[in-house]
Structures are given as structure tokens and as C-alpha cells.
């Protein structure tokens, strides 16, 4: 069953960097935000990444995000760091050293879920790599390899997989809430789906009834 796109036009994009990137101390330092080429050369599609307008791209330093990159909402990926040296207050050695910053490179195929944190320490984020919904990176992971936890560590790693093993996880049996069976045998009411009003689709669009603001972004 074909599924909507999940990857940003290239007006959808640029209004969701409109909203993520931010330069909070351009006074000392303003990096920039780098799509590498193979970002736009896929056929059929203006990008072939997906950047989430809540997430906070920090652009002190500058970000290169590679191709089919995910950055989920409420995302946030520093370049910028603090002095937490010595006893006098922190904000005045900020007003005389100013602070820390370093570029970062995000691969391709890279997946940043809802809520993580990606550190000013990490400074690359190799193909394939997954960090899970609230963690905070602190460090760089290797390729395809998935980290989740505060501070995150890796627990897995993309494996290839055949098209039997998908077949059988997606036929999986799951939960669902009209199953009587996980009440004990009560039955339950069922009302068909009337999406709300700012609903949106995972392509990030949101739906007819928001207004008629269809051209939202998650």
C-alpha cells in the first residue's frame, strides 16, 4: 500500500528552517546550515530529507545534514557551548571569553527522534545512525548504530534485513483499542477518526480541517 511522501518539498523546507535555525550568539559567531548536493538530486522529489519547523538546528557553528536525514520535532542539535570554569559568575566570563563552538556533520540516512538533544561535544553523526526519542548525545557514534538514553549509549545497530523478516514484523499481531479482549470481554465504542483542527500527517501537511492552513509543517 503506497504511503504519502514523507520528505519535504523544497518550499515546505525552507519554511521550516525559517522557524529551527537560530544564531543566539551571532554577535561572536554565525555558522551556516549545509545540505549536501545529493539532498536535491533524488527524482521525483524537491528533497529527500525531512526536518521537523520544532526542531532547534543551532548554527553557531555550521551544520552539514547528507541526504534522507530525519530531525524530529522538539530536535536539538548544538554547535555552542558554555564556560563552566572557575568561581567568578558564569555570565560575566561569558560577556569577556564569549563561548565555545565547533561545526558538526550530520550523515545520511541519519534518524533524530522527537525530544533528543544532540550535544556541542558530537561532531559527527556517521550514515545511519538512530538516536532515540529524548536522549542526549554526548558523544560521536559509529555508523548505523543506534543510541537512546540521558546520557545516550548505543543499545543496537541497523542490520540488513530481508523482505520475509520485514513482511513478518509488520504482520506482527499489535495492540489495538477496539480489541474486547484487552478488557476483559467488555465491548468498546468505536467512533471513526475526525482528525482535530492543527492535526497533521507524518509528511508534515496539515489536514483540511486546520483552517485551511494546508501548508503547515510538524
Not at 544564531?23 to 549545509?34: D, F, N
Not at 552539514?64 to 520535532?73: C, K, M, Q, V
Request: hydrophobic content about 40%; some cysteine; glycine content about 10%.
Amino acid at each position: 500500500m503506497a504511503q504519502p511522501m514523507t520528505t519535504l518539498s523544497r518550499l515546505q523546507l525552507d519554511r521550516a528552517l525559517a522557524m529551527a535555525v537560530r544564531r543566539p550568539h551571532r554577535h561572536l559567531q554565525a555558522g551556516a546550515l549545509l545540505f549536501v548536493p545529493e539532498v536535491f538530486t533524488t527524482p521525483g522529489r524537491e528533497t529527500n530529507v525531512m526536518i521537523s519547523r520544532f526542531a532547534l538546528l543551532d548554527c553557531t557553528g555550521s551544520i552539514e545534514i547528507g541526504p534522507w536525514a530525519n530531525i524530529g520535532a522538539r530536535a536539538r542539535i548544538y554547535t555552542h557551548d558554555h564556560l563552566h570554569l572557575g568561581r567568578d559568575p558564569l555570565l560575566l566570563v561569558e560577556e569577556e571569553h564569549g563561548v565555545l563552538w565547533q561545526d558538526k556533520r550530520i550523515g545520511a540516512d541519519v534518524w533524530i527522534h522527537d525530544g533528543a538533544m544532540v550535544l556541542y561535544q558530537v561532531t559527527v553523526i556517521p550514515e545511519g545512525v538512530v538516536v532515540g526519542a529524548g536522549s542526549v548525545l554526548t558523544k560521536n557514534p559509529g555508523p548505523w548504530e543506534i543510541w537512546a538514553g540521558n546520557p545516550a549509549r548505543k543499545i543496537g545497530e541497523r542490520r540488513p534485513v530481508d523482505r520475509a523478516e520485514l513482511a513478518t514484523r509488520l504482520q506482527a499481531p499489535r495492540f489495538r483499542l477496539g480489541d474486547s479482549s484487552a478488557r476483559g470481554g467488555k465491548p468498546s465504542v468505536v467512533r471513526g477518526p475526525e482528525p482535530c483542527s492543527g492535526d497533521s500527517d507524518w509528511s508534515g501537511k496539515t489536514t483540511a480541517r486546520s483552517e485551511g492552513r494546508q501548508e503547515g509543517l510538524r
